[in-house]
């Protein structure tokens, strides 16, 4: 713990290296994220598993994962150190790295799996509350978009990275690569362990204060604002575009990869390292600017621009493009993916911001991302087995536009109005420039 | 140019150096077989007595890094009686034992219980090939292409591998595809230790074939050979 006597010259410094260490945070957390997910199946398929095994621990980790997102999202709202969450939910991942670098064996696959399901739940909201607890409100925003910036530039290294030490190593040494990021990862935490302490003493309308109001208020009480949180119509409303937004997109990428594997050939990997890279890039470029926009001008014109890419996106693969156009369509999914990624925590600290229970609504949120990104898979694929992909590209942006018709009829701003539009830079933190902001559509 | 002839000389001299170190490693850790793997050598030698300079050739041949196999492939066949060794090995053994095997049959039947099974494998002119696991096992076409992995093998009602699923293309598990490959299109050398299985059949009639599906009738998604012209439709008999 950071001594919480700090003020003036010394605060501002820590501050500095308080965004600083998030930054690094987001960009190692993201690159070992990288290494999970879809590249497990690959790795067990090396290590001779059977593809039922195999299906048996990747249901395992999203089952973990579905179960553990609103408990998870509790379990940071109860604890007074975010920090330690986070470093605490990368040690997980360390554990678990290592678990299928040395020990790919069932137990321990199916303990790995179990381990990252429940600490990646813990981890988004904790950067979340981090984020918060660090610029408050006004600022949440321009954060955020910094921190889906180093994310984003941390999952296009971890691809590439990851990439050439699966083809050129082994598979195996992707994990012991994956276990070896974990390490700068905590280290990044070092100045932001102060964050959760300092805030309540400094700043009174922060989470943390109202998170021990919220504890020390009759049981009763306590129950009927999660209730009024979580019931709350914006937030159900967004849950359920969230809900549609990923069942649109989920699938898309790996539908129009396997179209490239089918077409292309030999050079089909390369390709989909790009369909997967230049995403990241754009959301590495536009971030910034998302997250300005956002606190200055509002939420909902972005989270437009992000849901019409959707559609958008879907009709341009159902026209089976070249394999060239492909890479040039998945930019649309970077302008998505900036939009959404940032708009989701923010949109939810608009709403539960204040309660805390933000990390218990980010939970929520979370967990219809789940549904929608685990139903639309299996469906996906279905159709695309029966009717072909282009139809499943289509009825994928049928969904997207269902989902930026429901956006845009039923969903309001949800920017806090007392804020004015300049509050936002004079708190944006160091390394933000608030210049020229006005000439941005 | 230059710098690639010198990394393949920096890599050959490697692989020299790895396969000196292997054979050199492998008396060492266990001494009785060291005379075992000595004496099929001389003897190769002189079953073809006027090829003994080609066969030193062949030697050096193996030394470049184009086939860095046979090294290895020399040293296996002792413990896995691989096929080189079949012709030599096995009329050797053959002519000495059975004659008092079947003596020792009829005289005392309750003597030799373990014998038999040895008969057996030599007379029949088949000694027992040696075998690997192919699940996850990389896939190579015969150009070298890397043809993805083994993940499943289909069997039919006999008992009998029908075919290979091979897992193929993609990014970190974004993207691959999977095929059924006719079993026979396979080549399984399991003497070869980096590359043992290959495929006999063409990128493009991979690439063309219909993707495995576990809940349809896989049978009639499997590419053969014979389907070359037409790799989509496989003629294959339910």
Same mark, same amino acid.
């Given at each position: 713990m950071l001594p919480s006597g700090q003020s003036g010259a010394t605060a501002e410094v820590s501050d500095h290296a308080a965004n600083r260490g998030l930054d690094w945070f987001n960009l190692c957390v993201a690159n070992i994220q990288t290494?999970?997910?879809?590249?497990v199946a690959v790795y067990l398929v090396s290590q001779g598993w059977t593809q039922t095994a195999i299906g048996i621990a990747l249901s395992i980790g999203t089952v973990t994962a579905m179960a553990s997102q609103v408990p998870a999202g509790a379990l940071v709202d109860a604890v007074r150190s975010k920090a330690a969450v986070a470093a605490i939910s990368v040690l997980a991942f360390t554990a678990s790295a290592l678990m299928f670098a040395i020990y790919p064996i069932p137990l321990f696959v199916y303990l790995a799996e179990i381990l990252h399901g429940f600490s990646s739940c813990t981890l988004g909201p904790a950067v979340a509350a981090i984020s918060l607890a660090l610029?408050? %409100?006004?600022a949440m925003g321009t954060r955020l978009g910094r921190n889906a910036r180093y994310a984003s530039i941390g999952n296009g290294v971890g691809a590439a990275l990851m990439g050439a030490c699966g083809s050129?190593?082994?598979? $195996?040494a992707v994990f012991f690569l994956t276990a070896a990021v974990t390490l700068p990862a905590v280290f990044a935490l070092l100045p932001l362990r102060g964050v959760g302490a300092i805030a309540p003493a400094t700043a009174p309308p922060d989470p943390d204060t109202t998170a021990v109001v919220a504890d020390t208020a009759p049981p009763g009480a306590k129950r009927a604002a999660v209730m009024r949180v979580l019931l709350d119509r914006r937030l159900l409303i967004f849950s359920a575009c969230a809900m549609l937004f990923t069942f649109a997109n989920a699938p898309m990428l790996p539908l129009a990869a396997s179209t490239l594997t089918t077409r292309v050939g030999h050079l089909a990997s390369l390709l989909i390292g790009a369909c997967i890279v230049l995403p990241q890039l754009i959301v590495a470029l536009a971030s910034p600017a998302v997250g300005r926009i956002a606190d200055l001008r509002g939420r909902r014109p972005l989270l437009l621009l992000g849901f019409s890419m959707l559609p958008l996106r879907g009709l341009l693969f159902a026209m089976m493009p070249s394999p060239t156009l492909v890479v040039l369509i998945q930019a649309l999914d970077g302008i998505a993916a900036a939009c959404f990624g940032i708009m989701v925590p923010l949109i939810t600290s608009d709403v539960?911001? %204040?309660?805390?229970h933000y990390t218990l609504s980010l939970g929520v949120v979370g967990f219809a991302i789940g549904i929608g990104a685990t139903v639309s898979t299996t469906a996906a694929g279905w159709v695309a087995d029966h009717f072909g992909s282009q139809i499943a590209f289509l009825g994928l942006a049928g969904v997207g536009l269902a989902a930026t018709l429901l956006l845009l009829t039923f969903m309001p701003e949800? %920017?806090?109005?007392?804020?004015?539009?300049?509050a936002a830079t004079d708190d944006g933190? &160091?390394?933000v420039v608030p210049t020229r902001l006005a000439h941005t559509p | 140019m230059n710098h690639r002839s010198t990394w393949r000389k920096m890599a050959s001299a490697t692989a020299l150096l790895l396969m000196l170190t292997a054979c050199a490693q492998r008396p060492a850790r266990d001494e009785p077989d060291s005379s075992a793997q000595a004496a099929p050598a001389p003897q190769v030698q002189q079953a073809l007595p006027p090829t003994a300079e080609t066969a030193a050739d062949a030697a050096a041949e193996a030394?470049?890094?184009?086939? #860095?196999q046979p090294p290895p492939a020399s040293s296996a066949p002792p413990v896995t009686?691989?096929?080189?060794y079949a012709f030599v090995c096995v009329p050797y053994d053959d002519r000495p034992k059975p004659p008092p095997h079947k003596v020792v049959h009829k005289d005392?039947?309750?003597?030799?219980?373990?014998?038999p099974a040895a008969i057996s494998n030599t007379t029949d002119q088949k000694p027992p090939s040696a075998v690997i696991s192919v699940l996850g096992k990389k896939v190579f076409g $015969?150009?070298?292409?890397?043809?993805? $992995?083994?993940?499943d093998v289909l069997a039919d009602s006999d008992g009998r591998a029908r075919a290979a699923v091979i897992d193929f293309g993609g990014f970190l598990g974004v993207g691959n595809r999977r095929v059924a490959v006719d079993w026979h299109s396979l080549q399984i050398d399991p003497?070869?230790?980096?590359? &043992?299985v290959i495929l006999g059949l063409s990128r493009e009639q991979v690439n063309a074939a219909p993707e495995f599906k576990?809940? #349809?009738?896989p049978e009639q998604a499997i590419v053969t050979? $014979?389907?070359?012209?037409t790799p989509a439709a496989p003629p294959h008999p339910q």
């Open positions: 290494g999970f997910g879809p590249f610029v408050g %409100r006004a050129y190593v082994s598979e $195996r539960a911001g %204040r309660s805390g949800t %920017r806090p109005p007392q804020l004015p539009g300049s933190g &160091p390394g | 030394a470049t890094p184009a086939d #860095a009686q691989g096929k080189p005392m039947p309750q003597a030799p219980p373990a014998p $015969r150009d070298g292409e890397d043809m993805g $992995r083994v993940v003497s070869n230790a980096e590359k &043992p576990e809940s #349809a009738h050979d $014979r389907a070359a012209g």
